[in-house]
């Protein structure tokens, strides 16, 4: 069964930072893309970042509102993707998806969300 | 970057009706399309892509079309726990840019 299981949310103060974790399993995890995708409360969803896997040479890709202020990563050891969020504000509240994404383009698989809340 | 456009934003149908959504896409993109659904509480879920290939499990009920800038999801016989929001998404290109969605409600 695939699982996938994001941590790492939480409260956080404006101008703060937050990584957030993404541990998958029942898949393999080195065929697929990783992706986080947000969704601030009662609105739609945002696609945040994407890495690619090793064929592609872990190729990383970012939402342009939101680019130099995070970065994607990913451990095939531990069948595991990271967002590392920086100069956090309010409007980055919102719960956080990991999803994973064939190689074709079906993210076709999603976590619960991890929670982010940015507050004073 | 490419916009994805979801009409309407809302619709009220009854049980057994068909509905039909709207997506277009500012630019040509192919048959690169998914729709998901998300219902209150939960992640999305895959429910077509390509878009006109139904996703593992997804009833027989929900059918997408389209190509190029236009593309419509359909649901014959709507059933009760189809309430939820749909979103398309283009795909296999980045950057995959999601519509802003169309929420189903039931009556």
């Known amino acids: 069964e695939v699982q996938i299981l994001e941590t790492g949310g939480g409260l956080v103060k404006p101008g703060g930072s937050l990584r957030l974790s993404c541990a998958t399993s029942g898949f393999n995890f080195n065929d697929y893309f990783m992706n986080w995708v947000r969704q601030a409360p009662g609105k739609g969803l945002e696609w945040v970042a994407q890495?690619?896997?090793?064929?592609?040479?872990?190729?990383?890709y970012y939402a342009e509102s939101l680019e130099g202020r995070v970065t994607i990563s990913r451990d095939d050891s531990k069948s595991s993707v990271y967002l590392q969020v920086s100069s956090l504000r309010a409007e980055d509240t919102a719960i956080y998806y990991c999803?994973?994404?064939?190689?074709?383009?079906?993210?076709?698989?999603w976590g619960q969300g991890a929670s982010v809340t940015v507050s004073s | 970057n490419i916009v994805m456009t979801q009409s309407p934003k809302s619709m009220s149908i009854s049980v057994g009706d068909r509905v039909t959504m709207n997506c277009k896409a500012s630019q040509n993109v192919y048959n690169n399309i998914a729709w998901y659904q998300q219902k209150p509480g939960q992640s999305p879920k895959l429910l077509i892509y390509?878009?006109?290939n139904r996703y593992n499990g997804v009833p027989d009920r929900f059918t997408g079309s389209g190509y190029g800038t236009d593309f419509t999801l359909t649901i014959n016989s709507v059933q009760a726990e189809d309430a939820a929001f749909y979103y398309c998404q283009r795909i296999y290109n980045s950057p995959p840019t999601f519509g802003s969605g169309t929420k189903l409600e039931i009556k």
């Open positions: 390509y878009a006109s």
């Open positions: 999803t994973r994404e064939e190689t074709t383009g079906l993210m076709d698989a």
């Open positions: 890495i690619r896997n090793k064929n592609y040479n872990y190729a990383t």
